[in-house]
């Protein structure tokens, strides 16, 4: 188990956005999360990715706990400290990518690793070319994010992501930003990480790609989750009536 | 008296102006720094004494608040102050008047940058000192140029008025000058003016290029 969440609550001031969330992610798992706006997709991965502090409920990575309720039914977090190397086990793919404007594509794959993670200069480097590779930027090395297109930059931040060595990739509407002829490019690297294996949970709207890339789908509305299973399920046969009408809405 | 010696005059007071001028550059330009942390303090009393701080430093002129700082600590606590006081006074109350318009504009800088910034860098696990400054104060240093720029040039105009407590940079001499017997007199403040003039076309200049060297990136 990569990713285990239990009975996460969240609210902001009297709002309360996710009630009792819970979510499992095995080693290897592509998981779509989709649902209307306002229903709490985006949240969700913030309080995984500790953006956001839980208001109760457990989280834990590889096993380790980083959240635990106590008797009082209150979160509780980890030490700064070990919060900090938790971060190590994922990574974040933002809708608006987030890059740093003054780091070159390079230097934006590179910094972290080396800083954060304090590993080897030299081999940091063989891998982001490797990313680069990947990523079909190889030429853009030495460009800013500026000079980028949309979909680019989409592609460099997945490899910063990546070049931390992330146990879990979580993205959150990852093409939401893009021109739609740009959409492609990045749902296909996406695509390519799901065929290697890697261990994914994406927030979407893009249907089709959910349905073609993931071994589960969760469908969430209000706070809750409403609604999962494989994907032939829960796009060709759903159960639930909230999830009929979304998916009817977004034929539409 | 020729146009020569009051040239030379001239010079000599525009040294002054010219150690004035890079003393409080120096100063506030890093006095600005804490000042804008300060303000977005997560303590509200520090929120607060600051806030207060920068209101009456804008609040009043430069020149009262030159006075106080030069007269306050004889009148007010009856210290007996050494000759260079007055130097040091008017770079006292420079450097503590300009740290709070820095300090604005820094802060202004930094919540002009998107929270996306700071949350990239919390979810790759950067500590809060690399984040502000790897990531938060390089992007701040290029948007605040401009405002920057301003505020030196109005610093360039604004070193006259340590005249005001009898500092001897180039305006005071410029008096002097002016009215002493055979002077030049027009032709003196007119030299002078050429002088504050061609300062600060350098510093235009100079502030230019500096914003040009951070063109590489938006
Ligand atoms: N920082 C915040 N403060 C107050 N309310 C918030 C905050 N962040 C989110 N919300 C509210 O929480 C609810 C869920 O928001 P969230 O962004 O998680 O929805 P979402 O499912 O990601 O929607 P979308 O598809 O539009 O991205 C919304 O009602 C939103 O207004
Ligand atoms: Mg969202």
Same mark, same amino acid.
């Given at each position: 188990?990569?990713?285990?969440?239990?009975?996460?609550?969240?609210?902001?001031?009297?709002?309360?956005?996710?009630?009792?969330?819970?979510?499992?992610?095995?080693?290897?798992?592509?998981?779509?999360?989709?649902?209307?706006?306002?229903?709490?997709?985006?949240?969700?991965?913030?309080?995984?990715?500790?953006?956001?502090?839980i208001d109760a409920g457990e989280i834990r990575y590889l096993g380790e706990p980083a959240v635990t309720t106590n008797?009082?039914?209150?979160?509780?977090?980890?030490?700064?400290?070990?919060?900090?190397?938790?971060?190590?086990?994922?990574?974040?793919?933002?809708?608006?990518?987030?890059?740093?404007?003054?780091?070159?594509?390079?230097?934006?794959?590179?910094?972290?690793?080396?800083?954060?993670?304090?590993?080897?200069?030299?081999?940091?480097?063989?891998?982001?070319?490797?990313?680069?590779?990947?990523?079909?930027?190889?030429?853009?090395?030495?460009?800013?994010?500026?000079?980028?297109?949309?979909?680019?930059?989409?592609?460099?931040?997945?490899?910063?992501?990546?070049?931390?060595?992330?146990?879990?990739?979580?993205?959150?509407?990852?093409?939401?930003?893009?021109?739609?002829?740009?959409?492609?490019?990045?749902?296909?690297?996406?695509?390519?990480?799901?065929?290697?294996?890697?261990?994914?949970?994406?927030?979407?709207?893009?249907?089709?790609?959910?349905?073609?890339?993931?071994?589960?789908?969760?469908?969430?509305?209000?706070?809750?989750?409403?609604?999962?299973?494989?994907?032939?399920?829960?796009?060709?046969?759903?159960?639930?009536?909230?999830?009929?009408?979304?998916?009817?809405?977004?034929?539409? | 008296?020729?146009?020569?010696?009051?040239?030379?005059?001239?010079?000599?007071?525009?040294?002054?102006?010219?150690?004035?001028?890079?003393?409080?550059?120096?100063?506030?330009?890093?006095?600005?720094?804490?000042?804008?942390?300060?303000?977005?303090?997560?303590?509200?009393?520090?929120?607060?004494?600051?806030?207060?701080?920068?209101?009456?430093?804008?609040?009043?002129?430069?020149?009262?608040?030159?006075?106080?700082?030069?007269?306050?600590?004889?009148?007010?606590?009856?210290?007996?102050?050494?000759?260079?006081?007055?130097?040091?006074?008017?770079?006292? %109350?420079? $450097? !503590?008047?300009?740290?709070?318009? #820095?300090?604005?504009?820094?802060?202004?800088?930094?919540?002009?940058? @998107?929270? /996306?910034?700071?949350?990239?860098?919390?979810?790759?696990?950067?500590?809060?000192?690399?984040?502000?400054?790897?990531?938060?104060?390089?992007?701040?240093?290029?948007?605040?140029?401009?405002?920057?720029?301003?505020?030196?040039?109005?610093?360039?105009?604004?070193?006259?008025? %340590?005249? $005001? !407590?009898?500092?001897?940079?180039? #305006?005071?001499?410029?008096?002097?000058?002016?009215?002493?017997?055979? @002077?030049? /007199?027009?032709?003196?403040?007119?030299?002078?003016?050429?002088?504050?003039?061609?300062?600060?076309?350098?510093?235009?200049?100079?502030?230019?290029?500096?914003?040009?060297?951070?063109?590489?990136?938006?």
């Open positions: 188990m990569v990713l285990e969440m239990k009975g996460i609550e969240k609210a902001f001031g009297n709002l309360s956005v996710l009630k009792d969330i819970s979510l499992q992610v095995d080693s290897g798992e592509v998981v779509s999360i989709i649902g209307p706006s306002g229903s709490g997709k985006s949240t969700l991965l913030r309080c995984a990715t500790f953006l956001e502090r008797g009082q039914g209150e979160a509780e977090y980890v030490g700064a400290a070990e919060l900090r190397k938790m971060k190590q086990h994922f990574g974040l793919v933002f809708q608006q990518f987030n890059l740093f404007p003054h780091y070159s594509v390079l230097k934006n794959i590179m910094d972290a690793p080396i800083h954060v993670q304090k590993r080897p200069k030299e081999e940091v480097r063989a891998e982001a070319e490797e990313l680069l590779k990947k990523m079909d930027l190889v030429k853009r090395a030495e460009a800013y994010p500026c000079q980028l297109s949309g979909g680019q930059q989409q592609r460099v931040a997945i490899a910063r992501a990546l070049a931390m060595k992330p146990s879990i990739l979580f993205f959150d509407e990852p093409t939401s930003a893009l021109d739609p002829e740009l959409t492609g490019e990045v749902l296909k690297v996406i695509r390519q990480l799901a065929e290697e294996k890697m261990t994914m949970v994406v927030v979407t709207h893009e249907m089709p790609f959910a349905r073609a890339v993931s071994n589960r789908v969760i469908f969430m509305d209000g706070g809750v989750i409403v609604e999962q299973g494989d994907p032939e399920q829960v796009f060709g046969a759903p159960e639930q009536e909230r999830t009929k009408q979304f998916l009817r809405n977004y034929q539409q | 008296m020729t146009i020569q010696t009051m040239l030379g005059l001239l010079a000599q007071g525009f040294l002054t102006t010219l150690a004035i001028f890079f003393l409080t550059l120096i100063g506030s330009l890093l006095l600005g720094l804490p000042v804008a942390l300060g303000r977005m303090s997560r303590y509200g009393v520090v929120r607060g004494a600051i806030k207060v701080y920068i209101s009456i430093m804008r609040g009043t002129p430069l020149m009262l608040q030159l006075m106080v700082v030069y007269f306050g600590p004889s009148l007010l606590l009856g210290l007996s102050l050494p000759a260079n006081w007055r130097f040091a006074a008017v770079i006292v %109350a420079f $450097v !503590i008047n300009y740290a709070a318009y #820095f300090g604005e504009i820094y802060r202004a800088g930094i919540e002009a940058i @998107s929270d /996306g910034q700071r949350e990239a860098a919390q979810v790759l696990g950067y500590t809060r000192g690399q984040t502000f400054f790897k990531i938060i104060l390089p992007q701040m240093v290029k948007r605040v140029l401009p405002p920057v720029t301003n505020e030196v040039i109005t610093l360039v105009k604004d070193t006259s008025l %340590a005249s $005001v !407590i009898g500092t001897v940079e180039m #305006f005071t001499r410029a008096k002097q000058i002016a009215v002493a017997p055979n @002077s030049p /007199g027009m032709l003196t403040f007119v030299a002078a003016a050429v002088f504050y003039y061609v300062f600060n076309y350098v510093v235009a200049f100079v502030m230019e290029r500096i914003e040009k060297a951070f063109d590489y990136y938006r």
